[in-house]
Antibody, heavy 120, light 107 residues
Framework: EVQLVESGGGLVQPGGSLRLSCAAS????????MIWVRQAPGKGLEWVST????????YYADSVKGRITISRDNSKSTLYLQMNSLRVEDTAAYYC?????????????WGQGTPVTVSS | DIQMTQSPSSVSASVGDRVTITCRAS??????LAWYQQKPGKAPRLLIY???SLQSGVPSRFSGSGSGTDFTLTISSLQPEDFATYYC?????????FGQGTRLEIK
């Protein structure tokens, strides 16, 4: 069974940093691109970042570019999201998800999400 | 960026009803469209990909259609577990964008 389990969320002050992790199991992790999507409280879904299976290609939403870095450790089947210079508007549940297939930008399954709260 | 607009934003319906949700892209995306279902406090679940292909394990009462800029998600006979929020997502190009969501409520 494919499973994605996020961790690392929490309360952080504006300007602070946080690193999210997404532990994957049940599939050949290095063969699939992965994404992070976030959802602010009571709002819709917002794509944050994508990383290719090898980790050599990364893509970011303009809203996070320069502040957030996506990475992966294929030896540990783990995806990361390093978030720096956090802002109040980064408050959201952060989900990791797996590409269904190479080159096909639809995602399944998703992790359960980890909450990030940016507040003083 | 490609903007995705869903309508309606919310809809009330009864068990057994047929419901259609519409998604419009601000430019043509061929069939690069997916639909997701999200229940409160839960992660999204992929229902439909490539505009009309049913994801494995999804009941056949869900169907999708359309290409270019106009797409629809249809639930042929609503079941109690279908009351949720539905999102479309364009997969044509970066940045990946989602519709604002359609909340399906019990009448």
């Amino acid at each position: 069974e494919v499973q994605l389990v996020e961790s690392g969320g929490g309360l952080v002050q504006p300007g602070g940093s946080l690193r999210l992790s997404c532990a994957a199991s049940g599939f050949s992790f290095s063969s699939y691109a992965m994404i992070w999507v976030r959802q602010a409280p009571g709002k819709g879904l917002e794509w944050v970042s994508t990383i290719s299976g090898s980790g050599s290609n990364t893509y970011y939403a303009d809203s996070v570019k320069g502040r957030i870095t996506i990475s992966r450790d294929n030896s540990k089947s783990t995806l990361y999201l390093q978030m720096n210079s956090l802002r109040v508007e980064d408050t959201a549940a952060y989900y990791c998800a797996k590409y269904v297939a190479d080159g096909k930008r639809w995602f399944d399954p998703w992790g359960q999400g980890t909450p990030v709260t940016v507040s003083s | 960026d490609i903007q995705m607009t869903q309508s309606p934003s919310s809809v009330s319906a009864s068990v057994g009803d047929r419901v259609t949700i519409t998604c419009r892209a601000s430019q043509g995306i061929n069939s690069w469209l997916a639909w997701y279902q999200q229940k409160p406090g839960k992660a999204p679940r992929l229902l439909i990909y490539a505009a009309s292909s049913l994801q494995s394990g999804v009941p056949s009462r869900f169907s999708g259609s359309g290409s270019g800029t106009d797409f629809t998600l249809t639930i042929s006979s609503l079941q109690p577990e279908d009351f949720a929020t539905y999102y479309c997502q364009q997969a044509n190009s970066f940045p990946i964008t989602f519709g604002q969501g359609t909340r399906l409520e019990i009448k």
